[in-house]
């Protein structure tokens, strides 16, 4: 079994967010499961020196972008056994950040030409292209529309998964020909067309063989009004080949029995190690030490997704409470200066680090008592999951993949492995951190909870099982029909 699997960001060459953890580690589960998968990507001029370094130059030749006949390089690593290639072209991807140009659609549309071009240059023939999100959206459409026929093309089946349904790579009308030399005939309803424009995520929907997202919850919700970002009914009419496949963290990754970037190691049961944590970061961070005070953390894009108007609504009323916030996150300049302003007027309670830090978030992982996400909608969310594995109990709204996998605290039975919330609602959200800080006082309990967080196993095994039954299903059903 061969995939190729074409994704925009994958960790540890490029990361804005969660899609580039699952690009490092989804496929390294699959090779160890004995498919031979490969990785390919964009090569970014913000990837490190040292990785650079060792890629390898594999072949050259030329992309058509719409009338533009562009150079296409794709050099080559094997990394912790995984081959990845990397498609060069300065021009595109020789830049600061990774997205958010004004010629986005027509970078991705050239990345999506260099993978449709890939396997008749390099000798690797895909059974399978697994693409992701809206910039890798035009494969399965170019495929299904223009290369079917061309040799070696016939029997590739694609899996395209949502990672995000927000952000569908919408373009003008006429990129349909500028960017793809395609007739006005996609230019419509059942194919391209959304609201005047086209979008590269409704290709992808329409075309791809199977559809995943990232959750059972989210699988749901986007068939809905609600969830479904004006997709909802397409989603709906294809949801026989629609699945909600969970992801999962990197345990390697994600591992604080050895995490280099830790003042202390530690596990479930030498939690004092983790207490450790929370008194170096309160140092480094310049608050108060204060061993019993709980310190909650966000560690999140600053965008309307996340919640943050929940947070902002009732910031007195939390702060008023005796506990600490640290904000690692960056996004829009509103909520940045928000936790700005909040830092300023609460120095002793308050910090917000605006960036994006590898090493501190994993510091803030380990040293924090709780972890906030109140997401609006959340397709599956890995912050949740990596902040149980360091033993920061999450506070979650109870929407897609948060919902999948934060159970609330039943003081009872001592089941849960977090705290929850359903309407998106800020006094429900107050209540919801209320009630955990109320635990938080019961040492007892609170070791109960935080040892059912750490307990929690979302590693990609099971999950790479269910992609991997998925390819097998695309490539049996191939057969069939070139049988
Ligand atoms: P999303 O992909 O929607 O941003 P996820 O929860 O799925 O959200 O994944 C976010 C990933 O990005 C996590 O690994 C999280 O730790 C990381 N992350 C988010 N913001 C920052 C930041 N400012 N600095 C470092 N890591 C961050």
Same mark, same amino acid.
């Given at each position: 079994?061969?995939?190729?699997?074409?994704?925009?960001?994958?960790?540890? /060459?490029?990361?804005?967010?969660?899609?580039?953890?699952? =690009?490092?580690?989804?496929?390294?589960?699959?090779?160890?499961?004995?498919? !031979?998968?490969?990785?390919?990507?964009?090569?970014?001029?913000?990837?490190?020196?040292?990785?650079?370094?060792?890629?390898?130059?594999?072949?050259?030749?030329?992309?058509?972008?719409?009338?533009?006949?562009?150079?296409?390089?794709?050099?080559?690593?094997?990394?912790?056994?995984?081959?990845?290639?990397?498609?060069?072209?300065?021009?595109?991807?020789?830049?600061?950040?990774?997205?958010?140009? /004004?010629?986005?659609?027509?970078?991705?549309?050239?990345?999506?030409?260099?993978?449709?071009?890939?396997?008749?240059?390099?000798? /690797?023939?895909? !059974?399978?292209?697994?693409?992701?999100?809206?910039?890798?959206?035009?494969? $399965?459409?170019?495929?299904?529309?223009?290369?079917?026929?061309?040799?070696?093309?016939?029997?590739?089946?694609?899996?395209?998964?949502?990672?995000?349904?927000?952000?569908?790579?919408?373009?003008?009308?006429?990129?349909?020909?500028?960017? /793809?030399?395609?007739?006005?005939?996609?230019?419509?309803?059942?194919?391209?067309?959304?609201?005047?424009?086209?979008?590269?995520?409704?290709?992808?929907?329409?075309?791809?063989?199977?559809?995943?997202?990232?959750?059972?919850?989210?699988?749901?919700?986007?068939?809905?009004?609600?969830?479904?970002?004006?997709?909802?009914?397409?989603?709906?009419?294809?949801?026989?080949?629609?699945?909600?496949?969970?992801?999962?963290?990197?345990?390697?990754?994600?591992? $604080?029995?050895?995490? $280099?970037?830790?003042?202390?190691?530690?596990?479930?049961?030498?939690?004092?190690?983790?207490?450790?944590?929370?008194?170096?970061?309160?140092?480094?961070?310049?608050?108060?030490?204060?061993?019993?005070?709980?310190?909650? =953390?966000?560690?999140?894009?600053?965008?309307?997704?996340?919640?943050?108007?929940?947070?902002?609504?009732?910031?007195?009323?939390?702060? =008023?409470?005796?506990?600490?916030?640290?904000?690692? #996150?960056?996004?829009?300049?509103?909520?940045?200066?928000?936790?700005?302003?909040?830092?300023?007027?609460?120095?002793?309670?308050?910090?917000?680090?605006?960036?994006?830090?590898?090493?501190?978030?994993?510091?803030?992982?380990?040293?924090?008592?709780?972890?906030?996400?109140?997401?609006?909608?959340?397709?599956?969310?890995?912050?949740?999951?990596?902040?149980?594995?360091?033993?920061?109990? $999450?506070?979650?709204?109870?929407?897609? #993949?948060?919902?999948?996998?934060?159970?609330?605290?039943?003081?009872?039975?001592?089941?849960?492995?977090?705290?929850?919330?359903?309407?998106?609602?800020?006094?429900?959200?107050?209540?919801?951190?209320?009630?955990?800080?109320?635990?938080?006082? !019961?040492?007892?309990?609170?070791?109960?909870?935080?040892?059912?967080?750490?307990?929690?196993?979302?590693?990609?095994?099971?999950?790479?099982?269910?992609?991997?039954?998925?390819?097998?299903?695309?490539?049996?059903?191939?057969?069939?029909?070139?049988?």
């Amino acid at each position: 079994m061969k995939v190729l699997f074409a994704v925009s960001e994958c960790v540890p /060459f490029a990361k804005s967010g969660g899609l580039a953890d699952v =690009a490092g580690a989804l496929p390294k589960e699959l090779v160890r499961q004995g498919i !031979d998968i490969r990785v390919i990507m964009p090569k970014y001029g913000s990837i490190e020196n040292n990785l650079k370094a060792q890629m390898r130059k594999i072949d050259d030749f030329t992309v058509e972008v719409g009338w533009r006949k562009q150079y296409c390089g794709i050099e080559e690593i094997e990394f912790q056994g995984v081959i990845y290639y990397f498609v060069d072209n300065e021009y595109y991807f020789m830049r600061e950040e990774l997205y958010g140009y /004004f010629d986005d659609g027509e970078r991705f549309a050239f990345f999506n030409k260099a993978v449709l071009e890939l396997p008749v240059h390099i000798g /690797f023939q895909p !059974d399978i292209i697994h693409c992701h999100d809206w910039h890798t959206g035009m494969i $399965p459409f170019l495929l299904k529309m223009e290369y079917k026929e061309k040799t070696g093309y016939q029997s590739i089946q694609t899996v395209f998964t949502i990672h995000n349904l927000l952000f569908q790579g919408i373009m003008p009308r006429e990129s349909l020909n500028e960017l /793809f030399g395609l007739q006005e005939e996609y230019f419509h309803i059942d194919y391209l067309e959304f609201y005047g424009c086209i979008s590269f995520m409704k290709g992808a929907i329409v075309a791809a063989d199977k559809i995943t997202t990232v959750s059972p919850t989210y699988k749901n919700e986007i068939q809905t009004s609600a969830y479904g970002e004006m997709l909802h009914e397409l989603l709906h009419s294809r949801s026989s080949d629609l699945e909600g496949i969970l992801n999962g963290i990197d345990l390697e990754l994600y591992n $604080p029995e050895r995490d $280099p970037f830790l003042f202390k190691c530690f596990n479930g049961k030498g939690l004092i190690n983790k207490q450790e944590n929370k008194l170096h970061l309160q140092e480094q961070m310049g608050l108060p030490i204060k061993e019993k005070t709980p310190l909650i =953390a966000m560690i999140t894009r600053l965008t309307k997704q996340k919640g943050i108007d929940l947070v902002r609504h009732v910031f007195r009323e939390l702060i =008023a409470e005796d506990i600490q916030l640290v904000i690692l #996150g960056s996004g829009d300049d509103e909520y940045e200066h928000f936790f700005q302003q909040m830092e300023a007027a609460y120095p002793h309670k308050c910090k917000a680090y605006i960036g994006f830090d590898e090493g501190l978030a994993h510091k803030i992982y380990a040293g924090a008592d709780l972890f906030l996400m109140p997401s609006q909608f959340e397709p599956c969310g890995l912050g949740q999951m990596i902040a149980m594995r360091y033993g920061a109990v $999450p506070i979650v709204r109870e929407t897609g #993949g948060l919902n999948d996998t934060v159970l609330s605290f039943n003081e009872q039975s001592g089941e849960g492995n977090g705290f929850s919330f359903s309407p998106y609602h800020a006094h429900d959200m107050l209540f919801t951190i209320e009630r955990a800080l109320s635990f938080y006082r !019961d040492e007892e309990c609170w070791r109960k909870i935080v040892e059912n967080a750490m307990a929690m196993n979302y590693s990609w095994a099971q999950s790479a099982i269910k992609y991997k039954q998925l390819y097998s299903e695309l490539i049996s059903r191939s057969e069939i029909y070139v049988y």
